[in-house]
């Protein structure tokens, strides 16, 4: 649907967007045990902490069949 699976795609994920989410991974705080605990990363001179935010695209299509309005 989103051309996620095409060759540029993918090569682009393997070759440039992991790469890259590999090297902020160390500004990240990690989240560990089965409390989840968050642990803050430790932070060189100069680098500042990197929060990611995700979301899920199916939300923005969950709508686009509607057959009624209100």
Same mark, same amino acid.
């Given at each position: 649907?989103?051309?996620?699976?095409?060759?540029? +795609?993918? =090569?682009?994920?393997?070759?440039?967007?992991?790469? +890259?989410? =590999?090297?902020?991974?160390a500004q990240m705080a990690k989240f560990e045990g089965v409390e989840l605990k968050q642990v803050s990363p430790t932070l060189k001179d100069g680098e500042k902490e990197v929060i990611i935010y995700f979301h899920d695209e199916c939300c923005f299509h969950a709508?686009?069949?509607?057959?009624?309005?209100?």
């Amino acid at each position: 649907m989103d051309g996620h699976k095409h060759e540029d +795609v993918v =090569k682009y994920q393997q070759e440039v967007f992991l790469p +890259v989410m =590999k090297e902020f991974e160390a500004q990240m705080a990690k989240f560990e045990g089965v409390e989840l605990k968050q642990v803050s990363p430790t932070l060189k001179d100069g680098e500042k902490e990197v929060i990611i935010y995700f979301h899920d695209e199916c939300c923005f299509h969950a709508n686009n069949e509607a057959q009624q309005l209100w």
